[in-house]
């Protein structure tokens, strides 16, 4: 098996295992294994200090989970709450999305 084997087996066996980091939330009525990283958010603070007062998340979902990269200013229902996407990235076929309860960029 390959790196890029290695690392896809990694996504799907560690980081998206609900054991390990993980944990299920239902978007847009499909229940999907996603990771919450406040740490993450916090450490680029200087960049989304707005964004923290605002109570955004930030996510991580496989790209084999949706559909499609969420464009920013779209809505997303995420455990019955609407969410807005401030900004989104496909890093290697895992979704990277800052969402907030705010529409505003």
């Not at 239902?26 to 996603?34: A, S």
């Not at 229902?77 to 895992?94: P, R, Y």
């Amino acid at each position: 098996m390959g790196f890029k084997e290695t690392a896809a087996a990694d996504i799907d066996n560690v980081f998206f295992n609900d054991d390990e980091f993980a944990e299920e939330a239902i978007i847009d009525g499909k229940p999907v294994p996603i990771i919450r990283d406040d740490d993450e958010l916090n450490r680029k603070s200087e960049i989304y200090a707005q964004g923290l007062a605002d109570g955004e998340q930030l996510i991580f979902i496989k790209q084999k989970d949706m559909k499609r990269l969420p464009q920013p200013g779209s809505q997303m229902t995420i455990d019955d709450k609407q969410w807005f996407v401030k900004s989104a990235l496909n890093n290697s076929g895992v979704y990277e999305l800052r969402i907030g309860r705010k529409q505003r960029q």
